[in-house]
């Protein structure tokens, strides 16, 4: 179904003071895939996920949304199809209650008020959050705001749901809670993410960006346990990966410099 | 807090930090999602019957003091139907006090005509008026207090745009209250902060208020730019749309007619001195 | 510097009300024809922020007290006329509900002293013709210094005139002004200090915000400016001559029927209509009987000389202004208290055996 996919072509990016962002990126996702975007910080993950809704404008290079290139035009198409879930939760639920905050989208679409129950009632109940559905958004939990905020995109019912570093600062309960979530859902996922533990048990393949450039794309498993690759890129193995925490290579004291980082 | 400091001594040492004042919005917030049969009410039929009140109460003349006093049922009311905490609430208004007070304190020394005597003691005008001044703040005072402690500013927010307030305004009061949590953390976390690193009065003065205040600025101007992208993503164009049905029933109409209609006959017919006539006539 | 419910009257409170509910409405719709939609979060989160500024505080030396933040010059320079005075506005509100700083009818009052001065008046006529095409930093530091100062004098003048013409103190004109305005003169040199160390700090950092409210067109055009400016005007002088009719001349008729006939007022009949009505018109004294007669005797008169030698009679002969308070008002101001605690325990126990 080409609507749910997701095309870059030799995308670039500067940042207005005119640090290079994005050096010419290309990949195609298609539906259904589950992808992590993972790399260093400053290497572009954020940088790139704006653009895949039109927040950002790529100074070359296009993006395709299913069939649709991004242009302004179809910009309120493409923001219906791609959801996106941004870091800082407080970002994101901006309205008095939570209720409104998940009408909000729905609302923006055209729905009448009976639908737009309707759908706040079913992305709610997703999430697992129908009990917050009259609280004020300033007295949620930590885990609580991350999936109101997932809630306030599904809601407007994407087909791709782009997310970025759901799981920070989520404590472990709540970071299990939602990874089981998001391996539920078949939509198509792109997630930027420092825990790649979660990108193991979520995403079948997996992006590496460094210095605003694709250095791997290709399956997790062979991707996370590409030590070399990894480390030139500022990373680590997942930590269920690393092995014995007494003597592998990985413990505290026993730390290998990074060859050539 | 943005009191004068002439005004505001005794309220300046009490809830000066940041604290403080988060503490009391919270707190209020918090009273305010209680769920009684005044917190069922419309929020609109709370907002009129407060105005009503408060208008009641300040268009008696200046010398009125007994005739206030019925007012006060309606705060014992809705405290005890409300279920709310009389010695916070009483607290609150006491540390407001201090502005009133000290323009209602000259009134003795500029109006000294004997108007009144109880028996021995002769209480001029200004006492009356200085007194009548303090009656009306508390009442007034605390009716807005109920107010807020029984609706909440979302729902009087809610109230002001059914009942015509400009979109704009509305809209852009409920996202300074999301956002007035947030952004105290942050400042509460800046004073903290700055509180650890300075000694002896060094490190507080106005200079480095100029950068910390900069910098929660320059933060917040950030976040403003991400909200606003956020709210992009959600297919934001221009309006913000509010999906709250409000209901006026006839409790509703018949609480705001009710109390409407008490304030106005206390306020023409005054019942403590045909109280205090008729039992003086029975005492003798 | 907020103004109490307990000390305006109605009328003063209800003009002004008026006047800042027109203000509200046209800055409401000069924001829409701005196509800019980025102001809508910018305005609450800057509302929320001007809210946690003024919750740290900085230590004035050699005074041992502390200073804070104003609002309405940031707000002005960072967003506009329009869009400040909405969010001054709405942190009025919030202080008046949350903090009973400043009552509900005189809302009205404190958004104008407090928002109309600095963002409409200050901010265009001052600061921006001092800070000019170019900024610079000793511009910025003069602009911010002398708008703050110029805007709360203004403002504390407001609050001198509003509280004079409810007429419930008793503070002459000239005291008050001579007690507000110096206090505020030193409240305006540190606010304005404080805000131009801010405003400076983040000119340095991206100096675009400070400039981008725009060029001098962000002032109002002509007809609506004409329309807004006559229109407050217009309630303003309305309140207060309401106001100061009420003071000379409470009751025209009444007066005049005391000249002529040296009764108050014509007897009604006893009983009937007439008299109920008679009775309600009496006691609505809905704009207050003050007596500017006392003040005549001491600073500048504004009573007319001929009211004063007609009422030198004392207040008894004056019903509206009877005390209302008298040894049995006392006692049953007494009794109504006891009968509103009654009802109150009433209320709690009914709840209590309820639940």
């Known amino acids: ?261 | ?284 | 510097m907020h103004m109490a419910d307990a000390l305006i009257s109605p009328a003063v409170g209800g003009a002004m009300w008026a006047a800042t509910a027109g203000l509200t409405i046209y800055s409401a719709r000069k924001l829409k024809q701005e196509i800019d939609d980025h102001k809508v979060p910018l305005m609450g989160v800057l509302g929320a922020f001007v809210f946690a500024a003024q919750m740290i505080n900085f230590t004035i030396p050699a005074t041992g007290s502390s200073g804070h933040l104003g609002g309405g010059m940031i707000l002005s320079i960072l967003l506009g006329p329009h869009a400040a005075f909405l969010v001054m506005a709405s942190i009025l509100t919030v202080q008046a509900l949350f903090f009973a700083d400043g009552g509900l009818l005189a809302l009205g009052c404190n958004i104008f002293n407090l928002g109309f001065f600095p963002c409409f008046v200050v901010y265009p006529l001052i600061y921006k013709k001092i800070i000019g095409a170019k900024p610079t930093q000793s511009r910025i530091f003069a602009g911010a210094m002398v708008s703050a100062v110029l805007g709360l004098q203004m403002g504390a003048f407001g609050v001198v005139l509003e509280t004079i013409c409810s007429g419930v103190t008793e503070l002459p004109f000239g005291t008050f002004v001579l007690l507000m305005q110096p206090i505020h003169l030193a409240i305006g040199i540190v606010e304005g200090l404080a805000t131009a160390l801010v405003v400076i700090f983040v000119w340095k950092a991206r100096p675009e915000i400070v400039e981008m409210a725009g060029p001098l067109e962000a002032v109002p055009s002509r007809s609506l400016r004409k329309v807004g400016l006559g229109f407050l005007v217009l309630a303003v002088t309305t309140g207060g001559a309401l106001s100061w009719f009420a003071s000379t001349h409470p009751d025209g008729l009444e007066w005049s029927m005391f000249r002529t006939s040296g009764k108050e007022a014509l007897e009604p009949p006893e009983h009937g209509v007439h008299s109920s009505l008679a009775e309600i018109q009496k006691k609505t004294a809905f704009l207050p009987d003050y007596d500017f007669r006392k003040e005549g005797a001491r600073t500048e008169s504004r009573a007319k000389p001929r009211r004063e030698a007609a009422e030198s009679a004392p207040a008894e002969q004056w019903p509206a202004v009877s005390a209302g308070t008298s040894v049995a008002g006392i006692v049953g101001a007494g009794i109504t208290m006891a009968v509103a605690g009654l009802i109150g325990f009433g209320l709690k126990r009914r709840q209590q055996n309820k639940s």
């Open chain 2, 1 to 284: 807090m943005v009191r004068s400091p002439a005004f505001s001594f005794s309220e300046r040492c009490a809830v000066a930090t940041p604290d403080a004042s988060a503490f009391d919005i919270s707190y209020l917030d918090i009273l305010s999602s209680r769920d009684t049969s005044i917190h069922r009410l419309d929020p609109r039929a709370k907002l009129l019957t407060t105005l009503a009140f408060i208008v009641v109460v300040v268009s008696f003349n200046k010398y009125a003091v007994a005739g206030l006093v019925p007012f006060v049922i309606y705060p014992v009311v809705v405290i005890t139907l409300g279920d709310l905490p009389l010695g916070y609430l009483l607290r609150k208004v006491l540390l407001a006090a201090p502005f009133a007070f000290f323009i209602g304190v000259f009134n003795p020394f500029f109006d000294r005509e004997i108007l009144v005597r109880l028996g021995p003691l002769a209480v001029s005008g200004g006492c009356l008026s200085f007194v009548s001044i303090m009656i009306r703040f508390f009442l007034t005072v605390t009716a807005a207090l109920l107010l807020i402690s029984t609706t909440g500013l979302n729902g009087v927010c809610l109230a002001l745009e059914k009942l015509g307030a400009p979109r704009a305004f509305v809209v852009q009061l409920l996202f300074l209250y999301r956002y007035l949590f947030v952004l105290g953390d942050e400042a509460t976390r800046l004073t903290r902060a700055r509180s650890l690193r300075s000694f002896e009065g060094r490190g507080t003065g106005i200079r480095v208020f100029g950068s910390l205040v900069g910098q929660l600025l320059l933060r917040t101007l950030d976040r403003a730019r991400r909200i606003h992208l956020a709210m992009l993503c959600r297919g934001f164009d221009g309006e913000v749309r509010l999906l709250r049905p409000l209901k006026f029933t006839g409790m509703d109409l018949a609480y705001t007619l009710g109390w409407s209609t008490l304030f106005v006959l206390m306020r023409l017919y005054d019942i403590p001195q045909r109280l205090g006539t008729i039992t003086m006539e029975l005492l003798r």
């Open chain 1, 1 to 261: 179904m080409s609507h749910h996919i997701v095309e870059v072509t030799d995308l670039r990016y500067t940042y207005p003071d005119g640090t290079p962002a994005l050096r010419g990126l290309s990949f195609r996702i298609v539906h259904g895939e589950s992808v992590a975007l993972v790399g260093s910080n400053g290497a572009g993950k954020s940088t790139l996920l704006l653009h895949l809704n039109g927040c950002l404008t790529p100074a070359a290079g296009t993006v395709r949304i299913g069939d649709f290139p991004l242009t302004a035009k179809t910009l309120p198409h493409v923001r219906r199809t791609v959801g996106m879930v941004f870091q800082d939760p407080d970002d994101q639920l901006f309205m008095p209650l939570v209720h409104d905050d998940v009408a909000f989208g729905p609302l923006n679409l055209g729905l009448s008020p009976e639908d737009v129950e309707v759908r706040i009632e079913s992305a709610l109940a997703t999430v697992g959050a129908a009990h917050l559905k009259d609280r004020p958004s300033y007295r949620l939990s930590a885990g609580e705001k991350r999936a109101v905020a997932i809630a306030s995109v599904l809601a407007m019912s994407p087909s791709i749901l782009v997310m970025d570093e759901p799981t920070s600062s989520l404590d472990p309960r709540a970071r299990r809670q939602l990874i089981q979530l998001l391996a539920g859902f078949d939509h198509t996922k792109i997630i930027a993410t420092h825990d790649l533990d979660m990108a193991l048990d979520l995403c079948s393949r997996t992006i590496v960006l460094k210095d605003g450039g694709i250095v791997a794309d290709g399956p997790t498993g062979e991707i996370l346990e590409d030590e070399g690759l990894l480390q030139a890129s500022n990373l680590e193995k997942p930590l269920r990966l690393q092995g014995c925490p007494v003597c592998s290579n990985y413990s505290v004291g026993s730390f290998r410099t990074p060859r050539g980082s």
